[in-house]
């Protein structure tokens, strides 16, 4: 099997296979679709105060990192795939590759931070949530999430494990194909922190589920609400429960391609269309992460209802809580 299976003998369009015009259509349907829907998560955000709460700083950091593949990276991957060559040549290339990982490491982790903010808010007291998750500790949460990536992104490359550049097998700027020890970079380095993350995820909404339902027990043994300590709140459950199967949906969709490139780096031995496919799954997730909130988080809908009706304030909900100590 070739290795340069995207790239092939790109340059003429009449020559592109298949495989490279379904690559093309699904990096401008995920650019164009993600940059529209993370933009409006964004906007939500920052225009409506019912949006901003806590968790969502969590949200939006996903959409600023979701938004910088779709609107950076998928374009540029698309130029590739037609000219089969690295865009603005090697450097550059190396910086797409670097921002690619970085986000993916920023997006996994703010999804840990998530898991981690609803146990809290459940489990402890308002008290103990507010000084770990008020605004100015968020925001150090969000400060440090990136400092984390980029270190861990950036350290392996600097003693010698896996580097940046051009990936002939997909015909992207990710990690330097020909180098000897990207294979290890991507399944110990960006496949371990991966599965790590994902298992940290698991860890607190299991924790959060047993924590409801202990509560659920105690209120129904002693058919009295009790101490306040030992009753959650409907809304805090559902919140909680729509963040995990969004959480859920973006692991469906990242996992086979973390998973087959792992055993598989150069796709000597899997089919590379099998790892297309999962290639093609994980880069859908950027478009469709911006989507699943307003589906799945009512004020988002109702937000994404507002900016596109081009309305300047959200209509008052009774109940719908503004506080960040959501």
Known sequence: MTTDVISGSAGNAGSLSVIQW????????????????NILVILSFCRFQQVRSSMNLFVLNIAVSDLLITAVQAPTRLAAVVTGHPPGGGGFCAFLGFIGFLNCCISVLSSALIAFNRYIRISKSANTYIKLFGPLKS????????GV????IILPGM??????????????CDLDSNHPYSRYYFSLVFGGGYWISVSIVVVFYVKTY???????????RSRTLGNKREY??????????HMFIIFCTSTVLQAPAVLLESIDFTASFIPFE???VGIFLFGSCHAINPFMYPWK???FRRAFKALLQCKRDLPFVPGQSSSHAT
């Open 22 to 37: 379904t690559f093309i259509v699904q990096m401008g349907v995920i650019s164009v679709v993600g940059t529209l829907g």
């Open 139 to 146: 925001c150090l949460w969000i400060a440090g999430s990136w």
């Open 149 to 152: 990536c980029a270190l861990i």
């Open 159 to 172: 003693l010698g494990v896996g580097r940046f550049g051009w990936d002939e097998v997909r015909s992207q």
């Open 210 to 220: 047993l924590f409801v339902k202990n509560s659920v027990v105690t209120i129904a």
């Open 232 to 241: 959650v709140s409907t809304e805090m459950v559902r919140r909680t429960r």
């Open 274 to 276: 099998v790892i297309f």
């Open 297 to 299: 988080v009512r004020v």
